[in-house]
């Protein structure tokens, strides 16, 4: 597409036809804090003995959360670390990610949150092109192969931390590890933040400071580095708070990965917003999941639909495990209609979508609660969502140009949490945001009611003699099938065809089927150049950290002849 920017004149999508599904809060304005910081310490202000962060058995209310964080932000002052600096933090949901994270913060950084399945080579690039000053990880990553990559990095602070730390349960199906001893070229997180230093006074920031710089191969290519700025972080957090119905102070349980964009907003800044208690599990487990949802009582949560499909599966799964929520929300990895009917049938909950990506913070269109999303009846796709008041969602052409109501193209976002662009990267940011509209490299439409249906990533689109395949369609077929839990369809080469669909899937505790049934099944359902003329059955599909199942992993199984 031509990616030069443009004047944006007006546009049919103007007329924001999305407002008629929001409630008065829902499309009122807000007034977001002028940063995360700003809007802890509000939370500190009027709620200093709740408790803030919990982990396993451990508990830190926000008043010890505040001290700890101001000490950590003291140290990384006194070590050397400038105003906007950069600081890496590569660790999993516990309370220390939060630690460091608002530490960093109130030292005035910009964090660069890090993956912790990253090997060295990514965990390098980052570091490299970041600028990073400080790195705050794991212990037992720091020993392994972080202390290599930092050297050979502009890393010069370090801090480490035992994830064991602030919990006794040490609950062996996530906390299996063996204490370290502390490293003699690294501090450890815990004893620093536990100093009493004082925050340093100078490094105020506001809504224009970039909070985040998060990587991400945004719409194509290698990973570079959105700046995602506090005011973007707040904003999302905002709407989240005013529109949501969850109750103050309520317990949000954290089920996506913190370093990623969804938890970053929708868990750790919509809490802190809500003057909220974050319930931390180290890393997703569906069996340490459904004890944490018994023994904290989130009101809310949010997370892939394979996490669901997964807490769903597990045999101890019961319907009072979901009493206690207000509210779930669902994104990072398609919803499949099939999903959402059998989950509010046998728990209760409904699983509420979201739409978003890295260069707009998280949401920019989400299922209001007390709707339920339409499924459009001719290619039986879930809507996403309606974007916010402040928000303006269009479908374009190639050329940037309006589709009318109900045609697919690009779907273009422009909006306060859409963010200014990549990290050192001019030519990038000018090709992803012309006129500093993003355009994110998925192809959907709109209704006249303004939902919003994502049907694919552009680059996924399967081409069957000359017929255009969207995987996505295929896939929720495959969802409808009692058996299936979880399902991925790539495009494979064909001397015929010049490609065709091959489906992957992994089966339900006790179910069974055969390849040949599941193609059968879909053939019944789809046009003849859409359904899967091969599937492979495999005990589970490759997936990111945030839940994404990996379809490039799958196509490079079949390039390779697995």
């Known amino acids: 597409m031509s990616a030069s920017p443009k004047p944006v004149g007006p546009s049919l999508y103007d007329a924001k036809p999305w407002l008629g599904r929001l409630n008065e809060a829902q499309r009122g304005p807000v007034e977001p804090a002028d940063s995360v910081v700003h809007a802890f310490r509000a939370a500190v202000a009027r709620a200093p003995e709740h408790t803030a ?3 396993f058995d451990g508990r830190l209310t926000y008043r010890e959360a505040d001290a700890l964080t101001d000490s950590v932000a003291g140290h990384l002052a006194a070590s050397g670390l400038a105003r906007g600096d950069r600081v890496a933090i590569l660790l999993q949901n516990t309370p220390h990610f939060v630690i460091a994270l608002l530490g960093a913060w109130k030292a005035g950084a910009t964090v660069v949150p890090v993956n912790p399945m990253y090997k060295t080579a990514e965990v390098g690039h980052v570091l490299a092109d970041a600028d990073v000053t400080a790195l705050i990880c794991a212990d037992r990553a720091w020993e392994t192969y972080l202390r290599e990559t930092a050297a050979a990095s502009p890393v010069r602070i370090v801090l480490t931390a035992c994830q064991l730390d602030l919990q006794s349960r040490d609950d062996a199906r996530v906390l299996d590890f063996e204490r370290l001893p502390q490293a003699a070229d690294a501090e450890d997180l815990v004893t620093v933040a536990r100093q009493g230093l004082p925050a340093p006074s100078d490094r105020e920031l506001g809504p224009a400071d970039v909070a985040l710089i998060s990587y991400t ?11 995602n700025t506090h005011g973007n972080i707040t904003y999302n957090a905002e709407r989240q708070r005013t529109g949501s119905g969850i109750p103050e102070g309520a317990c949000y349980f954290a089920m996506a990965p913190l370093f990623h964009i969804t938890g970053m907003v929708a868990q750790i800044a919509g809490c802190i917003a809500n003057a909220g208690t974050l319930a931390l599990a180290y890393r997703f487990d569906a069996g340490v999941v459904l004890d944490a949802f018994a023994e904290h009582k989130p009101a809310y949560t949010v997370g892939p639909s394979t996490a669901f499909m997964a807490l769903a599966a597990h045999p101890s799964v019961t319907r009072e495990h979901f009493d206690s929520f207000a509210m779930i929300s669902s994104g990072g990895a398609p919803l499949p209609p099939a999903l959402v009917e059998k989950f509010a049938a046998s728990f209760g909950p409904y699983l509420h979508n979201g739409y978003g990506l890295t260069e707009c913070t998280a949401p920019c269109a989400s299922v209001p609660p007390g709707l339920r999303a339409p499924v459009d009846p001719v290619s039986g796709t879930l809507a996403v969502g309606v974007p916010g008041p402040e928000t303006v969602v269009r479908i374009v052409d190639d050329f940037g140009d309006d589709v009318p109501f109900g045609e697919q193209g690009e779907i273009a976002v422009r909006g306060p949490q859409v963010v200014p662009g990549y990290w050192k990267r001019p030519d990038a940011t000018d090709e992803a945001f012309p006129d500093g509209e993003l355009r994110t490299g998925d192809i959907g439409f ?34 409808t099938h009692p058996a299936v839990r979880e399902a991925a369809v790539v495009g494979v080469p064909d001397s015929y065809r010049g ?35 091969a599937v492979e059955i495999l005990p589970e599909l490759p997936k990111t950290t945030s839940g994404k199942i990996l379809r490039r992993e799958l196509r490079s199984r079949t390039d390779n002849g697995k």
Not at 217 to 225: D, H, L, M, R, V
Not at 451 to 466: C, E, F, P, Q, T
């Open 446 to 479: 709109m209704d006249a009611q303004g939902w919003l249906y994502v049907v694919d990533r552009k680059k996924d689109m399967i081409n069957a003699s000359g017929f255009k395949v969207w995987p996505r369609e295929v896939e929720d077929v495959l969802y």
């Open 499 to 533: 490609e065709t669909v091959k489906a992957y899937v992994s089966l339900r505790p006790g179910g069974e089927a055969t390849p040949k049934e599941l193609a059968g099944y879909c053939q019944e359902r789809l046009a003849a150049y859409k359904y899967p003329r």
């Open 217 to 227: 191969s945004g719409t194509s290519g290698t990973p570079k580095g959105a700046m």
């Open 53 to 55: 962060l919990a982990y």
